[in-house]
């Protein structure tokens, strides 16, 4: 069993920045990919950013330059720094763990919203 827990989500300001964070504990491979997915109210859940274990990196269009995923894959954990938040980055953020052969994991969200 695999468990994901998300952090660091908040009220702010557009303009300014948050920092969430995602502990993974349970049986998980070492060859890996983590990342973060986001959903608002009646729309879809979309692909926001995520990094391999051997640290290859990959944005959505809409964030590339304000959002910075790393990882820490000793702690199993991935960071998603917001810097320049805009309204419309209003979501639940979504941890996702992905290994080969299996299905992928979701953490519970943590919720963002940014005021204009």
């Known amino acids: 069993q695999v468990q994901l827990v998300e952090s660091g989500g908040g009220l702010v300001q557009a303009g300014g920045s948050l920092r969430l964070s995602c502990v993974a504990s349970?049986?998980?491979?070492?060859?890996?990919?983590m990342g973060w997915y986001r959903q608002a109210p009646g729309k879809a859940r979309e692909f926001v950013a995520n990094?391999?274990?051997?640290?290859?990196?990959n944005y959505a269009d809409s964030v590339k330059g304000r959002f910075t995923i790393s990882r820490d894959n000793a702690k199993n954990t991935v960071y998603l720094q917001m810097n320049g938040l805009k309204p419309e980055d209003t979501a639940v953020y979504y941890c996702k763990l992905n290994q080969f052969s299996v299905a992928p994991d979701w953490g519970q969200g943590t919720q963002v919203t940014v005021s204009s």
């Open positions: 349970g049986k998980i491979s070492s060859v890996n990919r």
């Open positions: 990094i391999a274990s051997g640290g290859t990196t």
